[in-house]
């Protein structure tokens, strides 16, 4: 059975009059937290489309940078979208259900932040109302300042990232300790990994831009210490 196939079973519950936010409370353990990883940034990205405003744009386009949408599936994931969209609980509301089926620190939590970035980005502007509302859920999700300060490194356009924030190491650090850190960064990233810490393999594109920006940022410390 696809995710897609489980998240319209979930649609059909909501569907039905259960509350979005009861629905995670059912998807705290594997398999289904794959399903409820996608429910939380498909809904979190809703809620942030509203933040800024932009609840017409082509939310499908914005979830491709996530996830792996078959085209009949679109359909599913446009309608879970205005679902959240329309749903009167608020996003810290839905923020909070998300971070309680985690434990505190797991690195999903910074998995689905990065999904939310790719959504905020899509669209080639990265809205202050937009930076506001990651802000406050990585609050909710107990992430520190360093962790989304790097993660809004990696995405927000204009100019190029810092490398050093990118692997979340210090410009003074030793090349030993920025080398660990990469490998580090490379190995949480690998597919398998994050497939492992629930991430759903129709999103597992996140880990390969991931490792683009990983890796360019070694690379560049590299050139500039040698």
Sequence with gaps: MSIWTRIADAISALTSGEGLSSVFERLR??????VGFAIAVIALGAKMAKADGQVTRNEVTAFRE??????REERNAARLFNLARQDVAGFEEYAGRIRRMYTAGDPVLADLMEGLFHIAVADGRYHPDEDDFLHRVAQIFELDEAQFKRLRARFVPGGDPDPYEVLGVSPD??????RKAWRRAVRDSHPDTMIARGVPEEAVR???NRMVA??????????ARH
């Design 206 to 208: 996140m880990a390969e």
């Design 173 to 178: 650090a030793p090349m030993d300790e920025i």
């Design 66 to 71: 996530v996830f792996d949408i078959p085209r």
């Design 29 to 34: 353990t594997p398999p289904e937290r794959s």
């Design 214 to 223: 990983i890796n360019r940022a070694w690379e560049d410390i590299s050139a």
